[in-house]
């Protein structure tokens, strides 16, 4: 348990430089223990500097954050994680990879289509902001 309270602190650490943390340490914990949760880290070194976090659903797997740290962005990093990912779903004969992104994250949309994920649709208000108004998540999957 002491190594998934330090991996879950590390990836808090990682999510406030990414600015996006929304989950609390305890979600992230509790998220980890899961049987059912595919994790992917990568380090430099001993620091977490990016990791992937998905979960199977039944024939699926959803992607429930992916996260590099600002410094090591356009690294290769996140494609190199997701191509884990999709390895790892093939060979569990996972149908497809589902995520939701938000549509201000251009770099990421950019990404997961070079990787081969399509746009299936919009979810309106999805995202909270630092405003009164919420951001719209893109719904993006991939056939395995």
């Not at 430089?17 to 880290?41: D, K, R």
């Amino acid at each position: 348990m002491v190594e998934i309270k330090a991996l879950a602190h590390s990836i808090v650490l990682l999510e406030r430089a990414v600015g996006s943390c929304h989950w609390t340490q305890a979600q992230i914990e509790q998220t980890l223990s899961s049987s059912s949760v595919f994790f992917y880290p990568f380090y430099d070194q001993t620091v977490l500097v990016a990791y992937l976090l998905a979960q199977q659903m039944v024939d699926d797997v959803e992607i429930l954050q992916l996260s590099v740290h600002p410094q090591y962005l356009r690294q290769g990093i996140a494609t190199k994680l997701l191509n884990q990912l999709l390895q790892d779903a093939k060979k569990k004969k996972t149908a497809r990879i589902l995520l939701e992104v938000r549509v201000s994250n251009i770099a990421a949309c950019a990404l997961y289509q070079k990787v081969g994920f399509e746009i299936d649709g919009r979810r309106k208000n999805y995202y909270p902001t630092n405003t009164v108004l919420r951001e719209d998540a893109l719904l993006m999957s991939l056939t395995c």
